[in-house]
């Protein structure tokens, strides 16, 4: 079985600046797809970015990028000019590729990152 | 991207009773899954419902205590049966989304937080 592992529970930047957050994941598996979503107190899931795992280039979404290392099965989340709106929960997750025989077809998610946005 | 209509957002039951979630999908989706998150936890899959099929269920999780139907394409429901204060927690349906900016993710309901009292 696959797992996610976010190692920082809690993250805190200053408005404008970058942080990134860290997620690790183990998997026997060579075709995935990865992803970061945002959970802020509303409690709505809103995908943030999603990484192909046979896609060398990382993926990119305005202020969001990822750093995605195959080899070393990490995928963090960089987050470019923070804004208080960034204030959430941000989870980490993992789904198999189910056209290359993999396994369940839902999200497995990390712990989750809390992050905290000062003004 | 597709939009999902989750009722209800939040409820107060009595130990012993049972609650149905249900969630209504503006389109056709083959595979509709349901998570639970426990207070300040994250996301873990109880079931993937595929129309006209049994749900399959993970592990931890029976049919028993959380029976889902699937009875078209775009509706599904999850019931919380026998409730117990450790039952307490959000639960949210979800969708594969083939439209989502153009590419492929999953989109989420808004969650019923369910307290047992």
């Known amino acids: 079985a696959q797992t996610v592992t976010q190692s920082q529970p809690e993250m805190s930047v200053q408005e404008a600046e970058t942080v990134t957050l860290s997620c690790t994941y183990d998997t026997s598996e060579s075709d995935y797809y990865l992803f970061w979503y945002k959970q802020p107190p509303s409690r709505q899931m809103i995908l943030v970015i999603r990484q192909e795992a046979y896609k060398q280039q990382n993926a990119t979404e305005n202020r969001f990028s990822v750093n995605f290392q195959k080899a070393a099965k990490s995928f963090s989340l960089k987050i470019s000019d923070s804004q208080l709106g960034d204030a959430a929960m941000y989870f980490c997750?993992?789904?198999?590729?189910?056209?290359?025989?993999?396994?369940?077809?839902?999200?497995?998610f990390g712990k989750g990152t809390h992050l905290i946005i000062q003004p | 991207s597709a939009v999902i209509s989750q009722k209800p957002s939040r409820d107060i039951c009595q130990r012993g009773t049972s609650l149905t979630i249900q969630c209504q999908v503006d389109s056709q989706v083959t595979m509709m899954f349901w998570y639970r998150q426990q207070p300040g936890q994250s996301l873990t899959l109880i079931a993937t419902?595929?129309?006209?099929?049994?749900?399959?269920?993970e592990s931890g999780f029976v049919i028993d205590k959380f029976p889902i139907s699937r009875p078209n394409l775009t509706f599904s429901t999850l019931t919380v049966s026998n409730m117990s204060p450790e039952d307490s927690s959000i639960y949210l349906c979800?969708?594969?989304?083939?439209?989502?900016?153009?590419?492929?993710?999953?989109?989420f309901g808004s969650g019923t937080r369910l307290t047992v009292v």
């Open positions: 419902a595929n129309q006209g099929s049994e749900a399959t269920y």
């Open positions: 979800s969708v594969e989304d083939l439209r989502f900016r153009g590419n492929y993710g999953y989109t």
């Open positions: 997750a993992y789904r198999s590729d189910r056209f290359s025989g993999g396994g369940a077809d839902g999200l497995t």
